[in-house]
C-alpha cells in the first residue's frame, strides 16, 4: 500500500494567520483526500483534490478558507487560511489504496491560539 | 440522523477478552465497509475491508457485514494491550467519488 508523508506533525498558531500542510505520497495516485477530525467526531471530508482540476470541497468548506493545490500525482497541499481557535482540529491527507482500502498520512495537529 | 452511527464506548476489557465493536448505517447504497485503527497522534491505519454481506477474518480480527440490518461488526480475539487504540468503521457506496462515511470511533483500552 501507498505510504504518505504528512508534515508539519503539529503546530501551534496564532489567530488570522494561515498554515500549509503538505503531503507527499510514494506512488502516483488519481484522488487525493484531505480530512479534517475533531476531538471525539468522526473524521469530516474537506475536499478532493485531483491532479489537473480544481479541488471538489464538501458542503461547509469553501476554498477561500481551504485552498488546495495538486500540482503533480504524488502531492498536495491543504492551506488553513485566516486561522481561528475554532480551526484547532486535526488534518489528515488520505489515498485509496491497490486494494480498495484507504493510506492516511499521520496527520497534522494545529492548535490556533 | 448522522448516516453512520458507532457505539460510542468507551471499553475496558482486561486482557484475552473478546471485543466487540459496531456500526449501524442508514444509505443502503453502501458496498465497501472498513475498520481503521488509531492510535493516540497518529493517522488511521486499515484493520479489514470487506465488499458487501459476509464474514473476514484476517489473524485475531473477524469482520462481519449484514447489509440486511445495515449492521457492522468488528471482533478481536485473545485482546492484548497494544490492541488498546481507537477504532473507526468507515463505509462508501460504488460511486466513482470514492468518497468515505466514518463512524465517531470507539476507544478501547485493554488492561493488562
Known amino acids: 500500500s501507498a505510504v504518505i508523508s504528512q508534515k508539519p506533525s503539529r503546530d501551534i498558531c496564532q489567530r488570522g494567520t494561515s498554515l500549509t500542510i503538505q503531503c507527499q505520497v510514494d506512488?502516483?495516485?488519481?484522488?487525493m483526500f484531505w480530512y479534517r477530525q475533531q476531538p471525539g467526531q468522526s473524521l469530516t471530508l474537506i475536499a478532493t483534490?485531483?491532479?489537473?482540476?480544481?479541488?471538489?470541497?464538501e458542503s461547509g468548506f469553501v476554498i477561500d478558507k481551504f485552498p488546495i493545490s495538486r500540482p503533480n500525482l504524488t502531492f498536495s497541499t491543504l492551506t488553513v487560511s485566516n486561522m481561528s481557535p475554532e480551526d484547532s482540529s486535526i488534518y489528515l491527507c488520505s489515498v485509496v489504496g491497490g486494494g480498495g482500502g484507504y493510506t492516511f498520512g499521520s496527520g497534522t495537529r494545529l492548535t490556533v491560539v | 440522523q448522522k448516516e453512520v452511527e458507532q457505539d460510542p464506548g468507551p471499553l475496558s476489557v482486561p486482557e484475552g477478552a473478546i471485543v466487540s465493536l459496531n456500526c449501524t448505517y442508514s444509505n443502503s447504497a453502501f458496498q465497501y465497509f472498513m475498520w481503521y485503527r488509531q492510535y493516540s497522534r497518529k493517522g488511521p491505519e486499515l484493520l479489514m475491508y470487506?465488499?458487501?454481506?459476509g464474514n473476514k477474518e484476517d489473524g485475531r480480527f473477524t469482520a462481519q457485514v449484514d447489509k440486511s440490518s445495515k449492521y457492522i461488526s468488528l471482533f478481536i480475539r485473545d485482546s492484548q494491550p497494544s490492541d488498546s487504540a481507537t477504532y473507526l468503521c468507515a463505509m462508501r457506496s460504488a460511486r466513482n467519488d470514492y468518497k468515505l462515511s466514518f463512524g465517531a470511533g470507539t476507544t478501547v483500552t485493554v488492561r493488562a
Open positions: 506512488s502516483q495516485v488519481t484522488m
Open positions: 470487506t465488499y458487501s454481506s
Open positions: 483534490a485531483n491532479q489537473g482540476s480544481e479541488a471538489t470541497y
